[in-house]
C-alpha cells in the first residue's frame, strides 16, 4: 500500500505547484517552471555546460535543510568556489562522493602497491604491529547516496551529478533500481530530483530505462559552429506536456550562468 | 711432512660430526628430543588437530626466544590478535611486556591483508609474492630470528594451485632461511594417525624441515595430547611419541609409556 503523506496548506502554498530550474529563462520557457514531484534525467555531453545547470538548479534552495547536491567528480573546494560566484546559497546539502572514494579506496589502493613494490619501512612495521582491526572500507556509496536523498522530507531538492560514478563500479540493474526508488519517493514527497549522465559509454538498454523512468529527459550537447562551441538543452520529454519539448540554445554569462538564448520548438 | 711423526696428537673424529648450530626452542622436553633443539633456519611444520596445543607451543617458542633478548614474531590468520594474547595471557610464562616492548611482534593476517590490498577469496602468483616479500621485509627489517604463522594451512586457503603453495612454502621458507630465521608454520590436520598426511594440501610437509605432529590419543578413558617429531633435517631426534601437558608454566614434554592404549594398533604411540 502506497504512503499517505501529509502536506501543510501552508507549505502547499508556499511551494506551489512548481519549483523553478534556477535558470529564469529556462523557467519561462517551461510554462512556469518544473512540477513539483518530478525527476529529470539529463544525458550529457562532455563540456556542454550540464554541471553548471546542476548547481543552478539546487540555487533556488527553497528549504537550505532540504537540499542536497551531490557531486561525484567534483570537490568541495570547487562547488564552494562556483556558488559563491554566482552567489547561490552556500549553506544547503553537499556531499562529493568523489573526493571520499579518493580518500577512501584510491588512497588505500595507492598505499597498498607502495608496500607491494617498496615493502614495508619500519614505522610501517611498528603501525602494523599495533593495528588489531581491520579498517571497513567496503562503503556502499549507492545505498547511502538512495537513502540520503530518501530521508529528505516533503519538497526537497535533490541533485545527483553524476550516475556515471555509479554506473561504472555497480551492476547498472541496481543502479536502476536506485533510481526507480528516487523517482518514486520524489513523486510521493512532491520533491524535486535532478539525475545527470553522460552518454559517452551508456548503454541504449539503461538510456532507454532511465529514459522511460523521469518525468522529464534532457539533452545537454554541445557543437562547434566555425571557431565556437555552441551548447544546447534538448527538452525531449515532459511528461503530460508535449508542448514543452524543446530544444533551447544556452549560454553561460557571469552574472546568470546557463542563459537560454534561441528556442527551437521540436513539436 | 707427516705431523704424526712429530709427535702431534689428533683426537678421533668420525667423518662428518659436522653439527649445525640450533636454536633452543626452550619447551620443556623438546630441546632434549631435538638433541639439543632446531637447527637453525629451519622451516618447521607443526601439525595438529584442534586443541591439541599448537599455538601454545608455537607462543611459549616466542616467548622463550624473547626472554634471550630474541626479536620474534607472530603472524595470525585463525584468531584474531587480540583475542590470542587474551588467551595467551593465562599462561605464566608470558609476560605482556614482551608485546609492548617488541620483543614479540604480533601480526594480525587480515591487516597484513587489507594494507597489501589482498582482500579477496583466492591468491594469484603476483599476490603471493608480495605475501613473502612483505614477510621477509618484516623479519628482515626487525631482525627477527623467531617466526610462527598459525595458520599456514588458512593462508593456503586462499592459494588454489597446489604448485603455487608449493613455490609459496619453499620460496618463503628459503628467504627466511637466508635470514638466519627459525620458523614454525602451524598446520590443522582433522586426524593425526599414522596413515594421515601431516597437512592439509599435502605439499606442506615435503617442502619444510621438519614436521612436528600434535594430536590426541585415547588411554584408559582419558583423552591424551601427544606430541611427536616425524622429520627435522640436519639433526637426529627421537621418534617417540610423548605426552604434552599445558601447564600455566608452559607445554610439558614426557615420554609416553607403551600400555594401555585404546586401540594400540592404530596407535602405535612410543615407536
Same mark, same amino acid.
Given at each position: 500500500?502506497?504512503?499517505?503523506?501529509?502536506?501543510?496548506?501552508?507549505?502547499?502554498?508556499?511551494?506551489?505547484?512548481?519549483?523553478?530550474?534556477?535558470?529564469?529563462?529556462?523557467?519561462?520557457?517551461?510554462?512556469?517552471?518544473?512540477?513539483?514531484?518530478? $525527476?529529470?534525467?539529463?544525458?550529457?555531453?562532455?563540456?556542454?555546460?550540464?554541471?553548471?545547470?546542476?548547481?543552478?538548479?539546487?540555487?533556488?534552495?527553497?528549504?537550505?535543510?532540504?537540499?542536497?547536491?551531490?557531486?561525484?567528480?567534483?570537490?568541495?573546494?570547487?562547488?564552494?568556489?562556483?556558488?559563491?560566484?554566482?552567489?547561490?546559497?552556500?549553506?544547503?546539502?553537499?556531499? $562529493?562522493?568523489?573526493?571520499?572514494?579518493?580518500?577512501?579506496?584510491?588512497?588505500?589502493?595507492?598505499?597498498?602497491?607502495?608496500?607491494?613494490?617498496?615493502?614495508?619501512?619500519?614505522?610501517?612495521?611498528?603501525?602494523?604491529?599495533?593495528?588489531?582491526?581491520?579498517?571497513?572500507?567496503?562503503?556502499?556509496?549507492? $545505498?547511502?547516496?538512495?537513502?540520503?536523498?530518501?530521508?529528505?522530507?516533503?519538497?526537497?531538492?535533490?541533485?545527483?551529478?553524476?550516475?556515471?560514478?555509479?554506473?561504472?563500479?555497480?551492476?547498472?540493474?541496481?543502479?536502476?533500481?536506485?533510481?526507480?526508488?528516487?523517482?518514486?519517493?520524489?513523486?510521493?514527497?512532491?520533491?524535486?530530483?535532478?539525475?545527470?549522465?553522460?552518454?559517452?559509454?551508456?548503454?541504449?538498454?539503461?538510456?532507454?530505462?532511465?529514459?522511460?523512468?523521469?518525468?522529464?529527459?534532457?539533452?545537454?550537447?554541445?557543437?562547434?559552429?566555425?571557431?565556437?562551441?555552441?551548447?544546447?538543452?534538448?527538452?525531449?520529454?515532459?511528461?503530460?506536456?508535449?508542448?514543452?519539448?524543446?530544444?533551447?540554445?544556452?549560454?553561460?554569462?557571469?552574472?546568470?550562468?546557463? $542563459?537560454?538564448?534561441?528556442?527551437?520548438?521540436?513539436? | 711432512?707427516?705431523?704424526?711423526?712429530?709427535?702431534?696428537?689428533?683426537?678421533?673424529?668420525?667423518?662428518?660430526?659436522?653439527?649445525?648450530?640450533?636454536?633452543?626452542?626452550?619447551?620443556?622436553?623438546?630441546?632434549?628430543?631435538?638433541?639439543?633443539?632446531?637447527?637453525?633456519?629451519?622451516?618447521?611444520?607443526?601439525?595438529?588437530?584442534?586443541?591439541?596445543?599448537?599455538?601454545?607451543?608455537?607462543?611459549?617458542?616466542?616467548?622463550?626466544?624473547?626472554?634471550?633478548?630474541?626479536?620474534?614474531?607472530?603472524?595470525?590468520?585463525?584468531?584474531?590478535?587480540?583475542?590470542?594474547?587474551?588467551?595467551?595471557? /593465562?599462561?605464566?610464562?608470558?609476560?605482556?611486556?614482551?608485546?609492548?616492548?617488541?620483543?614479540?611482534?604480533?601480526?594480525?593476517?587480515?591487516?597484513?591483508?587489507?594494507?597489501?590490498?589482498?582482500?579477496?577469496?583466492?591468491?594469484?602468483?603476483?599476490?603471493?609474492?608480495?605475501?613473502?616479500?612483505?614477510?621477509?621485509?618484516?623479519?628482515?627489517?626487525?631482525?627477527?630470528?623467531?617466526?610462527?604463522?598459525?595458520?599456514?594451512?588458512?593462508?593456503?586457503?586462499?592459494?588454489?594451485?597446489? /604448485?603455487?603453495?608449493?613455490?609459496?612454502?619453499?620460496?618463503?621458507?628459503?628467504?627466511?632461511?637466508?635470514?638466519?630465521?627459525?620458523?614454525?608454520?602451524?598446520?590443522?590436520?582433522?586426524?593425526?594417525? /599414522?596413515?594421515?598426511?601431516?597437512?592439509?594440501?599435502?605439499?606442506?610437509?615435503?617442502?619444510?624441515?621438519?614436521?612436528?605432529?600434535?594430536?590426541?590419543?585415547?588411554?584408559?578413558?582419558?583423552?591424551?595430547?601427544?606430541? /611427536?617429531?616425524?622429520?627435522?633435517?640436519?639433526?637426529?631426534?627421537?621418534?617417540?611419541?610423548?605426552?604434552?601437558?599445558?601447564?600455566?608454566?608452559?607445554?610439558?614434554?614426557?615420554?609416553?609409556?607403551?600400555?594401555?592404549?585404546?586401540?594400540?594398533?592404530?596407535?602405535?604411540?612410543?615407536?
Amino acid at each position: 500500500m502506497a504512503k499517505d503523506v501529509q502536506f501543510d496548506s501552508e507549505d502547499e502554498e508556499f511551494f506551489g505547484s512548481v519549483g523553478s530550474f534556477g535558470v529564469p529563462k529556462f523557467d519561462n520557457e517551461m510554462r512556469g517552471g518544473v512540477p513539483r514531484g518530478f $525527476t529529470m534525467i539529463a544525458f550529457t555531453d562532455i563540456g556542454s555546460g550540464s554541471e553548471l545547470f546542476a548547481k543552478q538548479f539546487v540555487s533556488p534552495a527553497e528549504e537550505a535543510e532540504n537540499t542536497i547536491y551531490i557531486s561525484t567528480n567534483e570537490g568541495q573546494a570547487e562547488i564552494v568556489r562556483i556558488f559563491q560566484k554566482y552567489d547561490w546559497p552556500l549553506d544547503i546539502n553537499v556531499r $562529493t562522493i568523489g573526493e571520499e572514494y579518493n580518500s577512501n579506496v584510491l588512497e588505500k589502493e595507492l598505499l597498498a602497491s607502495r608496500y607491494r613494490l617498496e615493502g614495508f619501512r619500519l614505522e610501517d612495521i611498528q603501525r602494523l604491529a599495533q593495528t588489531r582491526f581491520v579498517e571497513e572500507s567496503n562503503q556502499d556509496y549507492l $545505498t547511502e547516496v538512495t537513502n540520503e536523498v530518501m530521508a529528505l522530507g516533503p519538497y526537497f531538492r535533490a541533485v545527483l551529478d553524476s550516475l556515471d560514478f555509479f554506473l561504472q563500479r555497480d551492476d547498472p540493474a541496481r543502479v536502476i533500481a536506485m533510481v526507480r526508488m528516487l523517482q518514486a519517493h520524489a513523486q510521493l514527497y512532491r520533491g524535486l530530483l535532478f539525475i545527470s549522465v553522460s552518454t559517452d559509454g551508456l548503454s541504449p538498454k539503461v538510456k532507454q530505462e532511465l529514459s522511460s523512468i523521469a518525468d522529464m529527459v534532457l539533452s545537454f550537447q554541445v557543437r562547434t559552429v566555425g571557431t565556437d562551441f555552441e551548447t544546447s538543452m534538448i527538452v525531449s520529454k515532459f511528461r503530460n506536456a508535449p508542448e514543452n519539448l524543446k530544444i533551447l540554445v544556452f549560454r553561460v554569462t557571469p552574472e546568470e550562468g546557463i $542563459t537560454p538564448e534561441t528556442v527551437e520548438r521540436i513539436a | 711432512m707427516n705431523l704424526r711423526a712429530l709427535g702431534v696428537s689428533f683426537p678421533m673424529q668420525p667423518v662428518g660430526m659436522y653439527s649445525r648450530d640450533r636454536c633452543v626452542t626452550g619447551v620443556h622436553g623438546l630441546d632434549e628430543i631435538l638433541r639439543g633443539g632446531i637447527p637453525y633456519g629451519s622451516t618447521v611444520l607443526a601439525a595438529g588437530t584442534c586443541g591439541s596445543g599448537k599455538t601454545t607451543l608455537g607462543m611459549e617458542f616466542l616467548v622463550r626466544g624473547a626472554n634471550a633478548g630474541e626479536a620474534c614474531a607472530h603472524f595470525t590468520a585463525t584468531e584474531p590478535s587480540v583475542k590470542l594474547l587474551e588467551n595467551i595471557r /593465562q599462561f605464566g610464562f608470558f609476560d605482556m611486556k614482551m608485546v609492548d616492548t617488541g620483543l614479540i611482534n604480533v601480526f594480525d593476517m587480515d591487516v597484513l591483508y587489507s594494507w597489501l590490498g589482498l582482500e579477496k577469496s583466492s591468491f594469484d602468483l603476483d599476490d603471493v609474492h608480495s605475501l613473502i616479500k612483505s614477510i621477509v621485509d618484516i623479519v628482515n627489517t626487525i631482525g627477527v630470528t623467531r617466526l610462527v604463522i598459525d595458520s599456514v594451512t588458512t593462508l593456503c586457503y586462499k592459494i588454489k594451485s597446489e /604448485q603455487l603453495i608449493r613455490d609459496f612454502l619453499f620460496t618463503l621458507g628459503k628467504k627466511l632461511a637466508t635470514l638466519g630465521c627459525t620458523t614454525i608454520l602451524i598446520a590443522e590436520i582433522t586426524s593425526a594417525t /599414522q596413515n594421515a598426511h601431516w597437512s592439509s594440501f599435502g605439499v606442506e610437509e615435503a617442502i619444510c624441515d621438519g614436521i612436528i605432529v600434535l594430536g590426541d590419543i585415547e588411554r584408559m578413558g582419558h583423552l591424551l595430547r601427544f606430541l /611427536q617429531v616425524v622429520k627435522m633435517r640436519g639433526t637426529s631426534h627421537s621418534r617417540a611419541k610423548h605426552a604434552i601437558e599445558l601447564t600455566p608454566l608452559g607445554v610439558m614434554l614426557t615420554p609416553m609409556l607403551k600400555w594401555g592404549a585404546v586401540n594400540d594398533n592404530l596407535n602405535r604411540w612410543g615407536s
